[in-house]
């Protein structure tokens, strides 16, 4: 077991990391408020804090409760002069308080070191809690050894009441016991349940609660460990008992999620492999076209899908962007002369970029392009609105394809991940975290985001001689969970569908709202709630 530094070295360095964050002593703290309905070590401490609560009457003293990501789940206090002053200086229920937000306190420094803090008041980093002295002590799970959150008490006061050390550290070992009773009693309950539905030896079942995961021997054979990252992200949508799966090994399997009753986040998995699945690494079938748009975001791959429709050496490309890029005016009919004279097909990639002139020779090509040669292809982004050229062109197409954005294509982002990491080194596994806080981004950036993700994470892992990529090893931003940043269930369904609805509208939020069958005002209202940056 390590020593403790000092209570000075412990400041200082959180002095250099709050620096180093961009916070400056003057910097108010504003914060970032969320839901704080659903908490786990919430429910557990509440009877210990309402018990604490009697044991403060008459104090000028207060508790504050905050979670594994230093936000803000409880405040007790009996002293409404130091509520009011909490509530001015931003410690509110729902804020997130961690070093960075916050400065140097004893919520986020005592999240941050594991260990127990006192923060008098001139020691505090930002200047509007220096009238507040502090001790701190992290709430340390006595199964997972993990850091559940913390309890700070604090008063209007230069120094900490040395009394409250032995105060705090009570409730501290009372929440951590029922926290560890309340674990027990969910594992059995999920064993029990998983024992249940795994009687059947011909189907595979997995189980997955907090820190817990259960197999029978066919599961075992289907699931790789980067899979549980994607059974977890499940347990928080709870619109579908039934979908389909692509599993890392490239498997397309059928599932049902049975929830355990009575237990947060755990359910049973029934596992069913598609007969005749296709793997990843199969050709896409697809029926012979005169002509073929490919329409998606920048990133999903539309640019492989296109080549993989015509031979390297049948095929003549036009890469628009790069043309612009160079300075040169993509010259279509140029490539559409090289294109039939070879008997070739052709691939104009960023065709949304072309002029209207361009545009128009275009849709005469495809007009008169030969059934029995390679097909001529257009990649582009999808159509909007405002695109009736670009719409017109794709609309002559006889063949269509829209590639989904990352972020729709949550049930295969984990063997999409895995296949990329197996490219940067075969010797790399995807563990659960890493796959769970994969499953959890917003992915703008599409594929192409995330294979620079994985490729810094990769150097990471094998810099520290690991073959298990962790969540630890992902760029700082991508590490966050399900359990910490994940939207839930209906909440993640409703922002996906304002975030179509508003693509659809062509950004026009008052189409939106009518498509959605919402007044304007509650669409901006979910808008900011959701956290959509439209």
């Known amino acids: 077991m390590t020593t403790p530094l000092p209570q000075r070295d412990v400041i200082a360095a959180s002095w250099r990391r709050v620096t180093q964050s961009g916070l400056s002593p003057d910097s108010p703290f504003?914060?970032?408020?969320?839901?704080?309905?659903?908490?786990?070590?919430?429910?557990?401490?509440?009877?210990?804090?309402?018990?604490?609560?009697?044991?403060?009457?008459?104090?000028?003293?207060?508790?504050?409760?905050?979670?594994?990501?230093?936000?803000?789940?409880?405040?007790?206090?009996?002293?409404?002069t130091l509520e009011r002053h909490l509530e001015s200086v931003g410690a509110v229920e729902g804020a997130a308080c961690d070093e960075s937000r916050m400065g140097t306190?004893?919520?986020?420094?005592?999240?941050?070191?594991?260990?127990?803090v006192v923060i008098n008041g001139s020691e505090h980093y930002l200047e509007q809690f220096r009238s507040l002295s502090c001790f701190g002590r992290p709430i340390v799970h006595p199964a997972t050894r993990r850091v559940a959150g913390a309890i700070c008490m604090?008063?209007?006061?230069?120094?900490?009441?040395?009394?409250?050390?032995?105060?705090?550290?009570?409730?501290?070992?009372?929440?951590?016991?029922?926290?560890?009773?309340?674990?027990?009693?969910?594992?059995?309950?999920?064993?029990?349940?998983?024992?249940?539905?795994?009687?059947?030896?011909?189907?595979?079942?997995?189980?997955?609660?907090?820190?817990?995961?259960?197999?029978?021997?066919?599961?075992?054979?289907?699931?790789?460990?980067?899979?549980?990252?994607?059974?977890?992200?499940?347990?928080?949508?709870?619109?579908?008992?039934?979908?389909?799966?692509?599993?890392?090994?490239?498997?397309?399997?059928d599932i049902e999620i049975d929830r355990v009753d009575g237990v947060r986040h755990a359910a049973v998995f029934r596992l069913r492999p598609r007969v005749g699945h296709r793997t990843p690494a199969d050709p896409v079938p697809r029926a012979a076209a005169a002509s073929v748009a490919i329409c998606g975001e920048p990133g999903t791959g539309r640019t492989t899908e296109a080549q993989s429709l015509i031979p390297d050496d049948r095929r003549v490309r036009l890469d628009v962007a790069a043309a612009l890029l160079d300075g040169t005016p993509p010259d279509v009919?140029?490539?559409?002369?090289?294109?039939?004279?070879?008997?070739?097909?052709?691939?104009?990639?960023?065709?949304?970029?072309?002029?209207?002139?361009?545009?128009?020779?275009?849709?005469?090509?495809?007009?008169?392009?030969r059934p029995d040669l390679p097909p001529i292809v257009v990649v582009c982004e999808p159509v909007t609105g405002g695109a009736?050229?670009?719409?017109?062109?794709?609309?002559?197409?006889?063949?269509?394809?829209?590639?989904?954005?990352?972020?729709?294509?949550?049930s295969e982002i984990v063997s999409l991940a895995q296949r990329m990491l197996e490219r940067?080194?075969?010797?790399?596994?995807?563990?659960?975290?890493?796959?769970?806080?994969?499953?959890?981004?917003?992915?703008?950036?599409?594929?192409?985001?995330?294979?620079?993700?994985?490729?810094?994470?990769a150097e990471t892992t094998l810099a520290r001689g690991g073959r298990q990529l962790t969540a630890a090893d992902l760029p700082e931003g991508y590490r966050g969970s399900s359990r910490a940043s994940r939207l839930m269930g209906l909440e993640q369904a409703e922002r996906q569908a304002i975030i179509d609805a508003l693509d659809a509208a062509d950004g026009n939020k008052?189409?939106?709202?009518k498509a959605l069958g919402v007044s304007r005002t509650t669409l901006y209202a979910r808008i900011r709630a959701l956290g959509?940056?439209?």
């Open 30 to 80: 504003r914060p970032a408020v969320r839901d704080i309905a659903d908490d786990r070590l919430l429910d557990a401490a509440r009877p210990v804090l309402a018990r604490a609560a009697s044991m403060l009457s008459g104090t000028t003293t207060a508790l504050l409760l905050v979670d594994q990501d230093c936000r803000m789940v409880s405040r007790v206090s009996a002293d409404s």
């Open 333 to 369: 009919a140029a490539a559409i002369r090289e294109a039939r004279s070879a008997g070739h097909g052709l691939v104009v990639d960023g065709a949304d970029l072309l002029d209207d002139r361009s545009i128009r020779l275009l849709q005469a090509a495809i007009a008169t392009h």
């Open 154 to 253: 604090t008063e209007v006061a230069p120094q900490i009441n040395p009394l409250s050390v032995p105060l705090v550290r009570g409730l501290v070992d009372d929440i951590a016991e029922r926290l560890l009773n309340r674990t027990h009693a969910d594992h059995r309950a999920v064993i029990a349940a998983f024992e249940k539905t795994s009687s059947r030896r011909d189907v595979a079942v997995a189980a997955v609660g907090d820190d817990l995961q259960l197999t029978n021997a066919l599961a075992a054979q289907l699931l790789g460990s980067a899979d549980f990252g994607s059974l977890r992200a499940m347990l928080h949508d709870r619109s579908e008992r039934r979908r389909t799966i692509t599993l890392v090994s490239g498997i397309e399997a």
């Open 510 to 513: 008052s189409h939106a709202a």
């Open 388 to 410: 009736a050229g670009l719409a017109a062109l794709v609309g002559c197409c006889r063949t269509r394809v829209t590639l989904p954005p990352l972020r729709q294509r949550t």
């Open 105 to 116: 306190t004893a919520l986020g420094t005592t999240v941050e070191v594991r260990g127990d």
């Open 424 to 457: 940067c080194d075969r010797r790399l596994e995807l563990g659960p975290d890493a796959a769970d806080a994969l499953a959890c981004q917003e992915w703008p950036g599409n594929l192409t985001e995330m294979s620079v993700v994985l490729g810094a994470a």
């Open 532 to 534: 959509i940056s439209r």
